[in-house]
T-cell receptor
């Protein structure tokens, strides 16, 4: 069975500083990986996803993530954060083949400090 | 136009009551989902429908009954509400049922059972 671990429940960072949100996954088969963002009182929105090919994936709002198969990681990064990036970030995994069943991590709250 | 909409946005009710949450998507997608997000922000899939057919049914009490009158709508009926049902319920849709598809989330329905 697939699983996702987000190592940090909260990450405070100053505005314009870089940030990395960590995500590790576990699966016995090949996977697809996703990062979703949830702004306060809203639904989730896709930031980026890794399906195949280049291990560096670029998403919306200046975010990028790197798939590392040997370390089973998919960390999310942004070189310079803005106040508007304050939100909850969810890493998710789904196993290739079969019907879509996405497993979400518990989320990391990014708090950008002015 | 809202892509995935849910009604109501907030729902406060007494234990033992029966309530319904409605979801509609205007994206022309084939697949719709219901998720439950608990107080710790953990997001877990409950049901998935593809073209009105149930394809994922996680371990959910049979007090929860989804209904899909057409592929643009997926409603959730809950009988005999319990305190533990208090959560935010998200509806989502994807174009296809394939595992790599992006999911589009509604704004959520905040259910509080007293």
């Amino acid at each position: 069975a697939q699983s996702v671990t987000q190592l940090d429940s909260q990450v405070p960072v100053f505005e314009e500083a870089p940030v990395e949100l960590r995500c590790n996954y576990s699966s016995s088969v090949s996977v697809y990986l996703f990062w979703y963002v949830q702004y306060p009182n809203q639904g989730l929105q896709l930031l980026l996803k890794y399906l195949s090919g280049s291990t560096l994936v670029k998403g919306i709002n200046g975010f990028e993530a790197e798939f590392n198969k040997s370390q089973t990681s998919f960390h999310l990064r942004k070189p310079s954060v803005h106040i508007s990036d304050t939100a909850e970030y969810f890493c998710a995994v789904s196993e290739k083949g079969g019907y879509q069943k996405v497993t979400f991590g518990i989320g990391t709250k990014l708090q950008v400090i002015p | 136009d809202t892509a995935v909409s849910q009604t109501p946005k907030y729902l406060v009710t007494q234990m033992g009551n029966d309530k319904s949450i409605k979801c509609e998507q205007n994206l022309g997608h084939d697949t719709m989902y219901w998720y439950k997000q608990d107080s710790k922000k953990f997001l877990k899939i409950m049901f998935s429908y593809n073209n009105k057919e149930l394809i994922i049914n996680e371990t959910v009490p049979n007090r929860f009954s989804p209904k899909s009158p057409d592929k643009a709508h997926l409603n959730l009926h809950i009988n005999s509400l319990e305190l533990g049902d208090s959560a935010v319920y998200f509806c989502a849709s994807s174009q296809l049922v394939a595992v790599q598809e992006t999911q589009y989330f509604g704004p959520g329905t905040r259910l509080l059972v007293l």
